[in-house]
């Protein structure tokens, strides 16, 4: 995905669809691997989706 701020839109994907999916969090991951480290916006939206999933508005699936 490599683009600026890349966790960030796949935070976004999830808030949209309101699930986080296997897929969307193997992205995540990868992109947190690949960086070595994380930036403050992508940081404030893992915050954001993270808190959604406390919440009980975002669901985690095991598929789409």
Known sequence: ?????????????ALFI???TPEI???I???L???GYI???DYEALELLMAEMDAGRI????SL
């Open 1 to 13: 995905m490599r683009t600026q701020y890349a966790i960030r839109q796949l935070v976004e994907r």
């Open 33 to 35: 691997t690949q960086m």
């Open 29 to 31: 991951n990868s992109e």
């Open 25 to 27: 969090e193997n992205e």
């Open 39 to 41: 930036s403050d916006v």
């Open 18 to 20: 309101k699930k986080l």
């Open 59 to 62: 669901k985690l699936v095991s």
